[in-house]
Nanobody, 122 residues
């Protein structure tokens, strides 16, 4: 079992930056492929970024590539999402998730946090 708690969301102006953090509990964090997803009002939840168990390889949605960076600290059981050059279209609830397999497919993630709101004003 893995419990996930996101933090760091808030209101920021376009062009600004935020850092989201996901604290996890449970013994399987280091064995979990970790991802960030987001859901804007009226839209489907979508993939944002993911990172392998070792942290050596990251994957990004095209819409955030070059602006967002995912990282993890297996000693602290945390995974972060650093976001720069934020745009109004980045406004969404951001979710941290854990999977037992290497995947960016939402349906293959087993554990989810409650989400943190990110609002980017124009």
């Amino acid at each position: 079992q893995v419990q996930l708690v996101e933090s760091g969301g808030g209101l920021v102006q376009a062009g600004g930056s935020l850092r989201l953090s996901c604290a996890t509990s449970g013994r399987t964090f280091s064995n979990s492929f970790m991802g960030w997803f987001r859901q804007a009002p009226g839209k489907e939840r979508e993939f944002v970024a993911a990172i392998t168990r070792s942290g050596a390889t990251a994957f990004y949605a095209d819409s955030v590539k070059g602006r967002f960076t995912i990282s993890r600290d297996n000693a602290k059981n945390t995974v972060d999402l650093e976001m720069h050059s934020l745009k109004p279209e980045d406004t969404a609830v951001y979710y941290c998730a854990a999977s037992r397999v290497t995947t960016i497919q939402l349906r293959e993630y087993d554990y989810w946090g409650q989400g943190t709101q990110v609002t980017v004003s124009s």
